[in-house]
């Protein structure tokens, strides 16, 4: 059964009324329905007639993720378990911060990239998400907030976004021609595929890049990351320049700290030196959240964070520490769909904790900020 999300309104319209032979401005208001009122049931079409809503429910699917699971922390970051028509699932998460409404979004059913300490990572790639797929977590998620208008998309859920370019393309456009989120507000992470962030420079798309650094040299970023036994830094550096220079945004390098393994005062000193001349760049550092499947890995103590910060922040590079949601239930990538896939896990009640591990900031150069 086609599906119509992800499809532009034009596209919609004119399948909708070539296909049931109802007049143009039924399939307007089936697109308008979907992207605008976040109504992503044919039944929620209460504007359409209940036959033309019988024939569509016939001949067409509308939205196709349905929650599984999801787990709330008190501040009000839930993650969702979405699953897809073929069974398959993907984690979304929605985070309300003050004045913006953020949800994080997967790009592809599992990941291909095995990072070391990346619960995703283990998993292998499933298959890519299509635009509408991709479209239909922000709309879902929409749908069951209707108390907060999302304002900002991450790419940081499963899944690597480069690897899945067109279908992440176009849903950017649908999200922003569509739907209304601002190209500035959307934020697409990326392991440095670098062929496809030279791509991405040439799309004059004002989206905010992010590149997963997670280390300040080759030897040790190899063994995190093993993507960069094909781009190294060197490579992946030169790449980055070139998209701030076509593009005039800011890139930001994410950094996961992770204790004894890359956040020793060495590590500080040279991802310093390495950055120290790069306009347009800062460094988000995101501590660890343990995962069951690196268990190598600790999350390293807010004043080893600290320390790490200020020397890098010596060097004139802008760096901020993550604000942190829903720590305790979100943890890190892939990680509520591995409980979910434990045999017998049953969905747990929700962890009840009373503060979140915020960062306590002094030098505005070293302020939390919210993650997206
Ligand atoms: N594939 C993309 C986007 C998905 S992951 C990328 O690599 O950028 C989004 C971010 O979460 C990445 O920076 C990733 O390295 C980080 N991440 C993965 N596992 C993590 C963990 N256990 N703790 C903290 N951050 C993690």
Do not use: W
């Not at 979004?105 to 499933?126: D, N, R, Y």
């Amino acid at each position: 059964m086609e599906v119509l999300v992800g499809k532009t309104s034009a596209e919609i319209e004119t399948l909708v009324a070539g296909t049931l032979g109802v007049p143009a401005f039924r399939g307007r208001q089936v697109a308008q329905g979907l992207y605008k009122r976040f109504q992503r049931d044919f039944d929620k079409l209460t504007d359409l007639p209940k036959d033309v809503r019988s024939r569509l429910i016939e001949t067409f699917a509308l939205a196709p993720c349905r929650v599984t699971k999801t787990d709330s922390a008190p501040d009000g970051t839930t993650k969702y378990l979405l699953a897809l028509p073929d069974d398959e699932v993907v984690e979304a998460v929605f985070l309300p911060y003050d004045g913006r409404t953020s949800v994080c979004v997967s790009s592809q059913v599992g990941c291909p990239m095995t990072c070391s300490f990346c619960a995703t990572g283990t998993e292998g790639l499933a298959r890519n998400l299509t635009a509408g797929e991709i479209v239909d977590q922000v709309l879902c998620l929409q749908e069951l907030h209707p108390d907060r208008r999302i304002s900002h998309v991450v790419l940081m859920g499963m899944g690597e976004p480069l690897l899945n370019y067109p279908a992440v393309i176009g849903a950017i456009r649908l999200l922003s021609e569509e739907v209304g989120i601002s190209l500035r507000h959307i934020t697409l992470s990326t392991v440095g595929v670098v062929p496809n962030i030279r791509k991405l420079a040439d799309e004059n798309m004002p989206i905010t890049l992010a590149v997963s650094l997670h280390a300040p040299n080759d030897t040790l970023r190899s063994e995190l990351v093993p993507l960069n036994d094909k781009y190294p830094i060197a490579v992946l550096m030169d790449a980055c320049r070139e998209y701030v220079q076509k593009t005039r945004r800011r890139i930001t390098f994410e950094y996961v700290l992770m204790a004894g393994v890359n956040d020793t005062e060495k590590e500080a000193h040279e991802l310093g030196a390495l950055l120290r001349r790069e306009p347009l760049v800062s460094v988000n550092t995101i501590p660890y959240n343990s995962t069951d499947v690196a268990s190598r890995y600790r999350r390293p103590t807010p004043e080893s964070a600290r320390a790490f910060r200020e020397i890098v922040a010596s060097y004139g590079v802008t760096i901020t520490q993550r604000q942190e949601k829903g720590h305790k239930i979100a943890a890190a990538c892939g990680q509520l769909k591995r409980s979910a896939l434990k045999p017998g896990s049953a969905m747990r009640p929700l962890p009840m904790f009373a503060h979140l591990v915020a960062p306590t900031p002094t030098a505005p150069v070293l302020d939390a900020q919210p993650a997206v």
